[in-house]
């Protein structure tokens, strides 16, 4: 097994493992050493059932269940749909659903936006687990990018001014430009804002990373505007290109990434045209 970094902040592939076969201890802790150095992990040429996909995740901890969010999923834990979510243009006849409907929109614009998965909740989520099976020729990136990188180039006097700030958190802020959805609606009533620190530390490593995301509104306790102002600044910082990393999939692809340590969205792909079909395993978070 090798590991080869991405880029300079975070990140990294590793090379040479089957993530399907039985990894015995000591390949599955360097692995999970490396996810908690690199904040994100990729695995290419992965062929990845959806079984061996819960498996594989289920070594990191538990998983949260996508009834959480679709509740008309099964109820069994033992069948896989109860913890996969899909990110899919297709259809169950194998066609392409029209990009101009309420659902494919949704998900584009929701996807688009740098986010943290599940921040809105009181237990935010810890990782989630990308598995690319049908990807568009062109476009369609992930995009990543290191919080943790962000905190560590801020300034001291910003630093300094972060310490004990909550902000908060919630579904309806990050969809409040856009026409919902009937689930997106059920989500809002699900889950009322939670207030999560601006600065968290990762237990695994002892470092701190910021913690801001399209969910998250306002700092608690300081006029709206101003703690509006304050995360978009926070987040532009975050963003910028030197923290980035922008992975272009090929189907087999895998690419994990650490929800309390790094932001994602979704680029656009011309979905009227192409499929892109991809699932995720999530692993359940912890409140800080
Ligand atoms: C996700 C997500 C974006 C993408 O899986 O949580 O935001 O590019 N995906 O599919
Ligand atoms: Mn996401």
Not at 171 to 186: G, M, T, Y
Not at 194 to 201: D, F, G, M, S
Not at 274 to 286: E, H, S
């Amino acid at each position: 097994m090798k590991i080869k970094s991405l880029t300079k902040h975070f990140g990294a592939e590793i090379i040479g493992i089957d993530i399907s076969s039985a990894l015995d201890n000591d390949a599955f802790n360097k692995i999970s050493n490396a996810f908690y150095k690199y904040s994100v992990l990729l695995f290419r040429d992965q062929n990845l059932s959806e079984e061996k996909h819960v498996a594989f995740t289920q070594r990191f901890g538990p998983l949260i269940s996508i009834t959480e969010s679709v509740p008309s999923v099964s109820s069994d834990p033992n069948n896989v749909n109860h913890w996969l979510i899909r990110f899919s243009n297709v259809d169950e006849n194998g066609s392409i659903i029209p990009p101009d409907s309420k659902e494919m929109i949704g998900m584009f614009n929701a996807n688009a936006l740098w986010h943290s998965d599940g921040s809105f909740k009181k237990n935010p989520d810890k990782g989630s687990v990308l598995y690319a099976e049908q990807i568009p020729p062109e476009k369609g990136e992930t995009e990543l990018a290191s919080l943790r990188a962000a905190y560590s180039d801020l300034p001291n006097h910003r630093k300094i001014e972060l310490e004990g700030l909550m902000a908060e958190h919630s579904f309806a802020h990050s969809r409040r430009n856009f026409d919902l959805d009937e689930a997106a609606k059920s989500i809002i009533d699900k889950y009322p804002p939670a207030e999560h620190p601006l600065v968290r530390t990762i237990p695994e490593t002892g470092e701190k990373s910021l913690f801001v995301a399209s969910h998250a509104s306002h700092v608690i306790g300081w006029p709206l505007d101003k703690g509006e102002n304050f995360i978009n600044e926070l987040m532009e910082f975050s963003t910028q290109k030197r923290f980035r990393y922008s992975h272009q999939w090929n189907p087999g692809d895998l690419l994990m990434w650490d929800n309390r340590c790094c932001l994602h969205r979704g680029k656009p792909w011309d979905s009227g045209k192409y499929k892109r079909v991809m699932r995720r395993t999530t692993l359940m978070g912890q409140a800080e």
